[in-house]
Each structure stands twice: as C-alpha cells, then as structure tokens.
C-alpha cells in the first residue's frame, strides 16, 4: 500500500491468542492521520493503493461505484469476517484528514468489538468549529446487519460545513441537533 502518513504520539496494545477469538486490546494515540492513506483498508479508493485495488476489483468483474470525495465506503457493508477477533480499544487522533475536506479534530472513541457486535463508545471529535459526540452500535452478526445510533452536534459552523456554498460564507449560522436511539437495518454506506 506504500507509506501510512500517521503520526503516531502514543501505541500500547496487547494480542492475546485464546478461546473464543483471540482479542486486542490497548490505546493509541495519534498527532495527524491521513484517511487517503487508509482508503483501502477500509473500503474506500484513494491514496496510494486506489489504482491496485480498483484492477483487482475490475479482474474480479466487480465495478466500483465509489463516489469521489466521500469519506465512508458505498460498497456492500460485508461484515462476515468481524467475528474472528474481538477488541478493546481507545483511540485519539488530533487531527484527521480526508482530502481538502472537513478536517476532524480531536477525535476519541473506545472501540469494543465482541462477536461480530461493534460499539463506539462514546465517539467524539470536533468538526466545523463545532463538536459531535455518539454511541454508535452496529450488530455485525445480522442480516442485514442492524445499527443503532445516539447524536449529538453542538455548534457546527454553517459556512465551514458548506464552505463551495458562497451564500454561507457570510452567514454566522451555526446548527445544534440531538438523534436518539435511531434504529436502522444497513446493507451499505450511503452518500454522505
């Protein structure tokens, strides 16, 4: 995949082989991550192993359906291989980018992954001049798999959410929401 541009501050973690799945376990702390550069590990095609992984999907006569500047995978949510590890694991990023879009700073989540059932939480990070904070609960052993989702923003700058938007960029706006206990069936990521 070529160079990861992470700035790794802080990585304590522990793999511990055993029944019923082996399990990982620990912190890790970043300065600076660049979701590009990750785009293939979690389905998305960009950074440097975008090309590879578009002519492998291509052999397979799979088409890619990604859409440009998008953070989130908008293939089919496969799920079948998160039951062959759990985890337990805190993370921090200080900054995270994708491409020249919304920056996210400040980013911590406690990631709990047990028998295919993954939880973020809390998940929060500073966006937009503002902040969100979820729980975010995904039952990866269902099919379709099921997700839950509690949200809250706080403060998001209306021009710097949709800085391409010129009439925003006087606006001193700014958005508040609260989602509570949203219940959907997911079989893929859609736009966002």
Known sequence: MGALAIAISTVALIYTTGKPRPKLEGDVESRQLRLADLGPLIGVDSGKGAEKSKRSEQKKGEKSVQPAGKVLPYDRFE???WDVMDADVRFKGR???????????????????????????????????GSIAANIH????KKPMQGRADIQARRLKLKELMP???LMQKTLGEMNWVTRNCAVAVTRWRRF
């Open 138 to 141: 995904l039952e990866g052993d």
């Open 79 to 81: 799920t079948d291989k």
């Open 95 to 129: 900054r995270i980018e994708h491409g020249s879009s919304l920056p996210i700073s400040d980013l911590s989540t406690h990631i709990i992954l047990k028998n295919a059932d993954l939880r973020l939480q809390p998940l929060k990070f500073g966006i937009a001049g």
């Open 164 to 166: 391409d938007v010129e």
